[in-house]
């Protein structure tokens, strides 16, 4: 968040316009999304604290880099390192929440690791701005890179012991030869779930990049007021990851819980592109909305997890967050052309779509996922038998 944090500044500091900086972000994510599945298979080979660390390490570096020398040539160098850094995150967060946590605390730690990345996504500009106002922008890029080095000697820590017997075959589990074997993560379950990852980006990012241009020019609602409705969408979506952490470790069939909540999601969302509404009521129903889609994160996650072969988790998660890259990367082509085209209802309506095909697509994971549990019973009675 370093850069859309401080985008307002960086112009007269480097001398360059807000397309070049802007060329500088997609070298970022671009470059995320390039290394991220190889960077999996690194986590499951050499394990995810070393990974992460060696991650956290190169994007503190970079940031520190930028500090020295707050130019645009080497701004693009170093965007380029920070997006090999973010690459590692994801498959290595996961890998160790996977390994680490007692299965029936495992929903809430989903969420609670995703509600940090809405968290800290929200306070990154303002802290950023302000130290950058009070001080300069080298400073806030000072800043950033200490909070990366204060992140790695959270995560280099010792490590103790898991207290809960029931997380221990999962610490285990990570030590066992199946962790340290070559394991097949190309699955069509693996597959499904990356294509999954790509619709929710397009269904979520709809509202929450192009929601308020949407309302105002299609829909005459005051600048204020849109912009008021977008903060409850994404505020209520941090809640609904919370409350979708406790649902889903009182549940096994995460697709289940993931279609609902984004079947009704749809439906709110096909209210507000075709029924006249009062602004406050656009603000509610798009709050709504926001903690439905919230709701599913977690669920999410679990489908992933349950999916990974023992000791591919990196490698499953890099692979299937790479479906948010791809989703960033053609979502913004496909709604800006609909606002060029006048087309302002249709922002909602394509989210409402995606969300309705995103609840196709779970359900189908869902009941393949129990015909391969009752097909395993069956086997074991058999066995037994």
């Not at 495992?106 to 809405?118: D, V």
């Amino acid at each position: 968040m370093a850069i859309p944090a401080l985008l307002p500044l960086l112009p007269a500091k480097m001398g360059v316009s807000f397309v070049e900086l802007g060329i500088a972000i997609s070298v970022f994510n671009v470059i995320s999304a390039l290394v991220q599945a190889p960077l999996g298979f690194a986590v499951d080979r050499f394990g995810p604290r070393l990974v992460l660390l060696c991650g956290l390490a190169l994007g503190s570096a970079s940031y520190l880099s930028l500090a020295a020398a707050p130019n645009y040539l080497w701004l693009l160098a170093a965007m380029a390192l920070a997006g090999i850094a973010n690459g590692v995150y994801h498959p290595a967060d996961y890998a160790l929440l996977s390994r680490g946590i007692a299965p029936g605390r495992m929903g809430r730690a989903f969420s609670i690791h995703t509600f940090s990345g809405y968290l800290g996504g929200a306070i990154a500009p303002v802290v950023l701005m302000s130290v950058a106002t009070l001080l300069n922008v080298e400073a806030a890029f000072l800043v950033t890179a200490l909070i990366g080095g204060l992140a790695m000697l959270v995560v280099g820590m010792p490590k103790t012991e898991p207290r809960s017997s029931e997380s221990r075959p999962a610490a285990a589990a990570s030590k066992s030869p199946a962790a340290v074997r070559p394991v097949a993560v190309f699955t069509p379950a693996i597959m499904v779930l990356t294509l999954l990852f790509v619709l929710l980006n397009l269904s979520t990012g709809a509202i929450d990049r192009f929601s308020v241009s949407a309302l105002v020019q299609g829909y005459g609602v005051p600048l204020s007021w849109a912009n008021i409705a977008l903060t409850a969408f994404l505020f209520a979506s941090a809640a609904g990851v919370l409350a979708g952490g406790f649902l889903a470790d009182r549940t096994q069939h995460h697709g289940f819980v993931a279609a609902a909540a984004f079947g009704m999601a749809a439906v709110v969302v096909a209210i507000v592109a075709t029924v006249p509404l009062a602004d406050l009521a656009i603000v509610v129903l798009l709050g709504v909305a926001g903690f439905l889609t919230g709701v599913i994160a977690p669920s999410r996650d679990m489908l992933v997890r349950a999916a990974a072969p023992a000791g591919g988790e990196g490698k499953a998660f890099g692979i299937v967050m790479t479906g948010f890259n791809i989703g960033g990367a053609a979502g913004p082509v496909m709604f800006g052309w609909l606002l060029d085209q006048g087309r302002f209802s249709g922002i909602f309506w394509a989210a409402a779509g995606f969300m309705v095909l995103t609840v196709m697509l779970t359900l189908g994971q869902e009941w393949h996922a129990q015909a391969r549990r009752r097909a395993g019973l069956a086997a074991e009675l058999r066995g037994g038998a």
